[in-house]
């Protein structure tokens, strides 16, 4: 028997390169290769209709994004309340498929009433309150500190809304046992992020460079990489690569007088696989422990050596497979002592027997197997 999965995005999810498009992209394609139909809603706000995913979806829908200020007046959370649209409750209303919503975004018809009697699945990216905290904090300008602050508060009180999900579905084990916490009894299970990789493609021997990755126009990964530049880069001989998306000016400001550090703007994507499996190091360094940074499956399925702080790593389980450090004098110590060495086919075979949790199709028959069970779940 065919079956069809309602999927809301909070994005359109391609092209594929930050961190939450990539979980909902590589979902598609792993859902669409098992022979499941897919019915995808997205919220578009500059990205584009995407022929693309016509490719792995039966039907997709596009609705416009509200960017008018006086969303954010309201008490629901801005990042939801312009994610409304009477059309897609229509779209959603026209058969009795079950509905994954993706991430607390999509999730402002989570307890309409109109969708009790429908198998509803919570997508958890983040545990989003204490995500925008944490950019508040890394935010220097003052407006967008209060704007942070403000939405954090509402994404808490929002945050009770979950309790209409039959199952969620968590990237971290750390979140899992927060949600279990707050929502006594309700389904809360652990499905790692969705990712392009389908084998670890590390290389043995050495590489001649230190790599930091990221959407440099987020607040969070600037702070980052501050951090790494003026703490640890600058102090160091080694030439060193940062590439990402929208590099801030100011990042381009704390490399003068570094001639060993260089930005690479916006890699398309075979240049970006390129530099990850040709870094000796890579380095990634997070000020919140909040979800699971893809980046870090990145570099884990692409890379060398990989030095992270204890932050990157949580609720994760692959302290193992990474060099942990957290301050900058054992993070240069870590950085120079891995470039005398090389790379070993043993060190692989044990980053891929560390990877096994993390495997796409392990995780597509999970996700089936939620869906569509045949029941709505309490627990």
């Known amino acids: 028997m065919e079956k069809t999965l309602h999927i809301v995005s909070f994005d359109v999810p391609f092209p594929a390169n930050y961190g939450g ?23 578009e706000y500059g990205r584009g209709e995407q022929k693309e995913l016509e490719k792995y979806c039966q039907k997709v829908y596009y609705y416009k994004r509200s960017k008018s200020f006086l969303k954010g007046l309201s008490p629901v959370p801005y990042i939801i309340k312009s994610r409304t649209s009477e059309e897609m409750i229509s779209n959603l209303l026209a058969d009795s498929h079950p509905i994954l919503f993706e991430g607390l975004h999509t999730c402002y018809y989570l307890g309409d009433d109109r969708l009790k009697n429908r198998v509803k699945i919570y997508r958890e990216s983040n545990i989003e309150h204490h995500y925008y ?22 994404l808490y009180s929002f945050q009770s809304h979950l309790m209409h999900a039959d199952v969620m579905l968590v990237v971290s084990t750390a979140d899992q046992k927060y ?17 392009p990789y389908e084998k670890v493609t ?32 600058s102090k160091i001989t080694l030439p060193v690569i940062i590439a990402g998306l929208n590099p801030s000016a100011k990042i381009y400001e704390w490399i003068k007088g570094f001639p060993h550090i260089k930005i690479i703007e916006n890699p ?17 360094y997070t000020h919140q ?3 699971l940074k893809l980046k870090l ?48 086919s043993k060190q692989i075979q044990e980053r891929k027997e560390s990877l096994v949790i993390f495997d796409n199709d392990q995780k597509t028959r999970q996700l089936i197997g939620t869906a569509f069970s045949g029941k709505k779940r309490s627990k």
């Not at 905290?133 to 509402?154: I, M, P, S, W």
């Open 21 to 43: 498009v990539i979980d909902v992209f590589y979902k598609l394609v792993n859902l669409h290769r098992a022979g499941i139909k897919i019915i995808l809603h997205c919220y």
């Open 133 to 154: 905290y944490h950019l508040a904090h890394a935010e220097k300008n003052g407006l967008k500190k209060l704007y942070f602050v403000t939405e954090a508060r509402k």
């Open 179 to 195: 949600l279990q916490a707050e929502f006594p009894g309700k389904a809360i299970d652990y499905l790692p992020s969705f990712h």
């Open 202 to 233: 590390s290389k043995p021997g050495r590489g001649e460079y230190v790599l930091y990755h990221g959407n440099l126009s987020v607040s969070e990964n600037v702070k980052a990489a501050e951090f790494l530049i003026k703490e640890v880069f």
């Open 268 to 284: 398309k994507e075979p240049q970006m696989q390129e530099l990850l499996e040709n870094a000796q190091v890579h380095c990634l």
């Open 289 to 291: 422990g909040t979800g």
């Open 297 to 344: 499956l990145n570099v884990l399925y692409s890379g060398r050596f990989c030095i992270c702080n204890d932050n990157m790593l949580e609720g994760t389980a692959l302290s193992n497979s990474c060099i942990v450090k957290n301050s900058p004098p054992e993070i240069i110590a870590a950085i120079n002592e891995c470039f005398l060495q090389e790379f070993t």
